[in-house]
């Protein structure tokens, strides 16, 4: 442990060993991307890939653990299983948040992935990487774009449906912020908010990973984080300043009746699914407000 130096040198060397950890282990992604395109060895490829994904990450445990003696309080945690296809939702209040969920659910379920705009691939290195991790692109055009070339309405959808064959026989983990950007009181106050602790949930992207992988997907996992000191910023996590962190994961079956639906053309079908969305995040503001008195209760 390093919580004898002053934090900003326990910062300095975290980022440096993230940064260490990044450029060693994307090198060794690289080649082993040269070879994911041939036949004979597309699932050792993939294997070793997801194999350098999961070390990524536990190396990133490593560095946290070292720069910091933080308390985690998990619950929910029981039921999950690696060889078994989610999608995973949670509050957003920190850029920690990913960091938490990788740290927490690594090899206990099969690494988060996130839906990308196709564009996103031609960014230098990073593309490169979210393709070799087999991140699935998506093409979606917009209503300006639909208004003018009517023909081109629902083809986006199909073009992800073929991006996502890749995930029929596998296990997968896909991630998705159902607020859409952190909570902040400014935009809690801006949205009129219905929730305490929450932003309105939206039900969009979720839709989106239902329409096109939905019949695969085992259950949601509806994740909800507090940290009970206030929300850190990613350099309090760098200093090991996140002393207690309350993580909740609630396995919740993905109804039949949202499986296979158009979420733009069925009105029923969208005003079911936000319903169903809303009725969860009101559960979750609830367990805030729970944890909030339980923590502060217990000091």
Not at 35 to 49: D, N, Y
Not at 145 to 174: A, M, S, W
Not at 201 to 206: C, T, W
Request: charged residues 20%; hydrophobic residues 40%; proline residues 4%.
């Amino acid at each position: 442990m390093l919580d004898f130096l002053p934090t900003t040198v326990r910062g300095i060397i975290a980022l440096l060993l993230l940064a260490l950890n990044t450029i060693l282990l994307c090198s060794f992604l690289f080649i082993i991307a040269l070879f994911k395109a041939l036949p004979f060895a597309k699932h050792f490829s993939e294997w070793l890939i997801n194999c350098t994904h999961e070390a990524w990450i536990t190396n990133n445990k490593g560095w946290m653990n070292l720069v910091q003696r933080t308390r985690w309080h998990l619950s929910g945690l029981e039921g999950l299983n690696y060889q078994h296809s989610y999608l995973v939702t949670s509050n957003h209040q920190s850029s920690v948040d990913i960091m938490v969920l990788q740290y927490v659910l690594n090899r206990r379920i099969r690494p988060l992935k996130f839906f990308l705009k196709q564009e996103l691939i031609w960014v230098p290195i990073i593309g490169l990487a979210w393709w070799a991790l087999d991140f699935p692109f998506m093409k979606r055009y917009s209503k300006a774009y639909l208004e003018k070339h009517p023909e081109k309405q629902g083809k986006d959808l199909k073009t992800t449906h073929k991006n996502c064959v890749k995930f029929r026989d596998k296990p997968v983990g896909i991630f998705n912020f159902s607020e859409g950007t952190r909570f902040t009181f400014s935009k809690h106050t801006q949205q009129k908010s219905p929730f305490r602790y929450l932003l309105k949930p939206k039900a969009g992207g979720i839709a989106f990973v239902l329409d096109a992988m939905g019949g695969q997907l085992k259950s949601l996992v509806n994740v909800t984080i507090h940290y009970p000191a206030g929300c850190p910023g990613y350099w309090d996590l760098l200093c090991g300043k996140v002393k207690d962190v309350v993580v909740h994961f609630e396995e919740v079956q993905i109804l039949t009746e949202f499986i296979g639906k158009n979420y733009t053309r069925d009105r029923e079908y969208r005003l079911a699914l936000h319903s169903w969305i809303n009725e969860l995040w009101k559960q979750k503001d609830a367990l805030l407000e729970r944890q909030h008195k339980d923590f502060f209760g217990s000091r």
